[in-house]
């Protein structure tokens, strides 16, 4: 018997939610299950696959999105009768979120094309976001000169220093002392991110 490939991770989940909640009012063209495929498999995600033919084929993509119908109630059609309880989180968390999910999934993307999303870091398992952008996210708050570099442009741009997400300004807040800092946080707030543990490193 065939060895399974690796269980769906959070990322690929959201990105094939992403394409079902584009598509939920007409069935997705080949163009776009063969284009879902192929994002699948340039994700970093997954080293050990052991049928790559099958490995996140438009085949298993069209199941995934019928997976996504079987929960939704809004659906005209028949859906799997059984998913994933990855599926059902996400589900959960999303459904009704077309934007959020959108953005995520872009976001998702944009990532899968980083050097820095290419190594795995410890409780990605966990992380709310999905483990690339975790991935990213680590790498970046590790990487001095990147932060130095986002910051040198942001004074040349604005003459200040601002949060991208929010717009907080330590040195409009705290005067002096607040100036020349930032703090880096999520653009995916974790309000805004599936319920998932998320580990405490010792």
Not at 37 to 49: C, D, E, F, G, M
Not at 172 to 177: H, M, W
Request: a neutral charge; aromatic letters at 8%; one cysteine or more.
């Amino acid at each position: 018997m065939p060895e399974r490939n690796p269980p769906w991770a959070h990322d690929e989940q959201v990105l094939s939610l992403d394409l079902y909640l584009r598509t939920r009012q007409a069935p997705p063209t080949p163009g776009q299950v063969n284009a879902l495929s192929a994002l699948l498999n340039r994700l970093p995600l997954h080293p050990q696959r052991h049928s790559l033919s099958r490995f996140r084929s438009p085949a298993a993509v069209r199941l995934k999105l019928a997976n996504f119908a079987a929960l939704d109630p809004g659906y005209d059609g028949v859906g799997m009768t059984a998913g994933g309880r990855g599926d059902a989180d996400v589900w959960d968390r999303y459904h009704d979120q077309p934007e959020t999910v959108k953005a995520l999934a872009a976001a998702i993307e944009l990532a899968a094309g980083s050097p820095l999303a290419l190594a795995e870091e410890p409780g990605e398992e966990e992380a709310p976001e999905g483990r690339l952008l975790y991935r990213l996210h680590a790498s970046r708050e590790r990487d001095r000169g990147f932060a130095a570099e986002r910051k040198r442009r942001a004074w040349e741009a604005h003459g200040r220093l601002e949060c991208e997400a929010c717009g907080f300004d330590f040195a409009l807040r705290y005067g002096e002392a607040g100036t020349g800092y930032i703090e880096c946080h999520h653009l995916l707030p974790f309000a805004a991110a599936p319920a998932r543990v998320t580990r405490q490193q010792v």
